[in-house]
């Protein structure tokens, strides 16, 4: 990866999400990465810190979704500041099912992601 993060990288991340892969994930998140999740008690969702814990929540979600998807990402870089598009679909164990679409607000430094902000539609799982 050069000093910008790209477009290419972020599409690059996705695959990996999709393949489930945590290495290829974090190659774009620095060690000192903030991620804003899409759920949780405070305004902004929650909050983990830290590239080790984000990489252990990234997991979780696989985890508990073996089928975790993010299909027709879209990406778009422009400064310290990238966007992705995308929509989520997972099945958890009890069979109810997640479908929405979704974007991330990035926040880059030295070609690297030091904030994502997920943000998904508020859409009720449903069963399969």
Known sequence: MTT???????????????????????????????FYTVGGD????????????????????????KDAHWDHHSHFVH??????EWTFSGTDAQGMRTEAQGADLFTLRDGKIIVKQALRKSRPPFRV
């Open 4 to 34: 910008s993060l790209t477009s290419q990288d972020l599409e690059d991340t996705f695959d990996a999400f999709n393949r489930h892969d945590i290495d290829g994930v974090m190659k774009c998140f620095a060690d000192d990465c903030v």
């Open 42 to 65: 405070a305004a902004y969702g929650s909050k983990i810190e830290g590239a080790k814990a984000i990489a252990a929540a990234f997991s979780a979600v696989w985890a508990g979704m």
């Open 79 to 84: 400064g310290d500041r990238a966007v992705s």
